[in-house]
């Protein structure tokens, strides 16, 4: 009994074992026969659940569809070659030129014998090489894996400042459905769903969402409007439909929309290009055959105004939960942040936080990047050194505006001419206690 044999019986004997299929595709593309070898791969590659095994026969379709296509299959069975290595080895094919000179020697030679040597008609690999037909893998252009940096696993709510509020929301709404899926199972409370940040630019929605990922430990897939445009018909909505089917192959998981107004536009507004897109991302939210079950979709946005309604209906984007502007112990943590290693003098953080209403985590940054400005520009002009200081924020705090002012007026009206439904209330309550000062 040769090798071929004993492992075809091992994989007829062992049809959901992946490792076995792997052993017998191996020992086919050895051999030349290309088509057996595509066919055995293809077959371990459905039941596989081992991803080091999953990369070896991934790359053994590819390299055995390469030389398919260069060289033709070859029924004749070849001697193996001695030991297959483990899965990091690269299948090794026997070269085209010599397997063409080895061909043209034994038709030399035998020139009577070709009744003996002729393939079996029903052996489709023969009918397959005698077709001259070849296979093409065409590349989609996107990873089969969803990214995951390891970056994005280290976030949690430690190292988000202040929005204790907002918080216990999330940790309510969204992570302990995720940690606790037994108890929430028997109020028939899904994991997942979908949630939308809004607020003010600068404020932090999508550190927010990071941290929320951090703490569900689940599978983080930050999604660009890049991932999904296309300048053909049809392309962008498949892109969209191929990103959720690729967030439940990977549950638990969390997709993270960032400026999802630009995907999501009220139908009544925007494009005829457009609303095919918009009509699948509705679809794969919540359709006759989708759900998000332990999916969770996390868009966030500036302009909730903007964004379809039926998007924010329930089913959908069912909880929307509004970021406001740092409070002032917020805003305390976030100088004592920004300011950690700068070259400073007497810095009363306290003061400043006290100083800096409505300004986003974003204002704050940018207050300490311009006061570094203006003292190195100082230094540069009198070629004497010195730190930061108190003075510095002062002078910067008599031209520096809070970048969040211009939304929150804008949302004022929102407010009070469109909250007919109530999804802004959390807005309306922020300005009941603040609008006076806006």
Sequence with gaps: MDRLTFLKRMALEHTGDAEALYWLAKEYAERGQWVDAIGQFSAALA??????????????????????????????????????????????????????????????????????????PNDRSAVFARSAVGLQVLDGGKSAVPPRPSSLEKVTFADVAGLKELKKTIQLRIISPFQNQGLFSKFRKKAGGGVLMYGPPGCGKTFMAKATAGECRATFIPIHITDILDKYIGVSEQ?????????????????????????GFNRSKSSSSMRGMIDTFLTEMEGVDTDTDQVLVIGATNMPWDVDDALKRPGRFDRLVFVAPPDEEAREHMFRLKLAGRYIENIDTKLLAG?????????????????????????????????????????????????????????????????????YNDVEDYLRRYGRRI
């Excluded at 892109?239 to 929309?257: G, Q, V, Y």
């Excluded at 006061?371 to 730190?387: C, D, F, H, K």
């Excluded at 001419?417 to 109530?422: K, P």
Aim: with cysteine.
């Design 47 to 120: 039941v596989c659940t081992d991803d080091v095994l999953r990369i070896a026969l991934i790359d053994g379709i590819a390299l055995a569809t390469a030389r398919l296509q260069q060289g033709g299959d070859q029924a004749a069975e070849q001697p193996a070659s001695g030991d297959h290595g483990t899965y990091d080895e690269d299948v090794e094919f026997p070269d085209d030129d010599e397997a063409d000179e080895e061909d043209i020697a034994e038709d030399d030679g035998d020139d009577g014998d070709d009744d003996e040597t002729e393939a079996d």
């Design 239 to 263: 892109n969209l439909s191929d990103l959720f089917d690729k967030a439940r192959a990977h549950k638990p998981s969390i997709m993270f929309f960032d400026e999802i107004d630009t995907i």
């Design 355 to 423: 100083r800096t209403e409505f300004f986003s985590g974003a204002d704050i940054e940018n207050l300490c990047e311009r006061a570094a400005e203006r003292v190195l520009g100082e230094i540069l002009e009198t070629g004497s050194e010195r730190p930061m200081r108190m003075a510095d924020f002062e002078a910067l705090l008599e031209e520096v505006r809070p970048s969040t002012l211009e939304w929150l007026r804008k949302a004022k009206n929102y407010v009070k001419y469109a909250n007919q439904s109530g999804v």
